[in-house]
């Protein structure tokens, strides 16, 4: 059974920047893009920026130019740099795959950003 496990989280004042990483167990590396999500508190789930096995990326414009998704395929982890954090970025971020994410989700990393 495949195991996402997120880390990295935690609280950061506005224009801070932390660094997310997800390790996931199984063949899930091997065999999908992968990408991170966010949930924010009375919010659905959103999808946040994405990274192919070859390498390409792709962000939600509402982060594009501050968040860096990178995989690292022999680690089986994938990790999500967030520079410039805002406190609308305040949320769980979960990694899963992509376009289609497994049932069995992480328990996810918190990341609060004060203003």
């Known amino acids: 059974q495949v195991q996402l496990v997120e880390s990295g989280g935690g609280l950061v004042q506005a224009g801070g920047s932390l660094r997310l990483s997800c390790v996931a167990s199984?063949?899930?590396?091997?065999?999908?893009?992968m990408a991170w999500y966010r949930q924010a508190p009375g919010k659905q789930r959103e999808l946040v920026a994405t990274?192919?096995?070859?390498?390409?990326?792709s962000y939600v414009d509402s982060v594009k130019g501050r968040f860096t998704i990178s995989r690292d395929n022999a680690k089986n982890t994938v990790y999500l740099q967030m520079n410039s954090l805002k406190p609308e970025d305040t949320a769980v971020y979960y990694c899963n795959a992509f376009p289609l994410p497994l049932h069995n989700w992480g328990q996810g990393t918190q990341v609060t950003v004060a203003s």
């Open positions: 990274v192919t096995r070859g390498s390409s990326t």
């Open positions: 199984g063949s899930i590396f091997s065999t999908n893009a």
